[in-house]
């Protein structure tokens, strides 16, 4: 199992529980309107992982490794100049607003896009609920991604 898919697992298993759901890795099973919501949810947050991880990589120094969500603080500060005070703040729909760009999968590096194509997702999916309250810290993902490149 790669690191992207082991991230991904854990992703998916703390989003699908926010949303009332239990995650079962069987492509077989029938899906629930939440098992898709919670599956498009959840890709979203590995990208946003995965972003967060790249960045880190390019930008971390022996005296400021960004860790957790510092990486995903020092990109939305460096690329958009939102203002330190405000980072804390920004609600993931900002997030992702700002980093529409990044989040595309061909500004990932090739081995993350390679996981990536290979994600089934719902075909037909409504939107993702903003204000759901996910219990997943946005720069956790660094402990899966170690051997990443």
Do not use: C
């Not at 099973?29 to 990589?57: G, N, P």
């Not at 960004?66 to 920004?90: E, M, V």
């Not at 999968?105 to 309250?133: C, G, T």
Request: hydrophobic letters at 35%; zero cysteines.
């Amino acid at each position: 199992m790669s690191d992207y898919s082991r991230l991904f697992e854990a992703i998916k298993k703390t989003i699908y529980a926010d949303y009332g759901s239990v995650y079962h890795n069987d492509s077989n099973r029938t899906t629930t309107d939440q098992d898709d919501k919670a599956q498009v949810h959840s890709y979203l947050y590995l990208i946003l992982e995965i972003v967060i991880h790249e960045h880190r990589k390019k930008y971390a120094t022996i005296y400021e490794p960004l860790s957790g969500i510092k990486a995903l603080k020092h990109k939305l500060f460096t690329k958009n100049k939102i203002a330190i005070d405000r980072l804390d703040a920004l609600a993931l729909e900002e997030i992702v607003f700002s980093l529409l760009e990044d989040l595309n999968q061909e500004n990932l590096s090739v081995e993350a896009q390679n996981f990536l194509n290979k994600i089934k997702l719902p075909q037909y999916f409504e939107s993702i609920d903003w204000n759901r309250k996910i219990n997943w810290t946005l720069g956790s993902g660094k402990d899966y991604l170690k051997n990443s490149d």
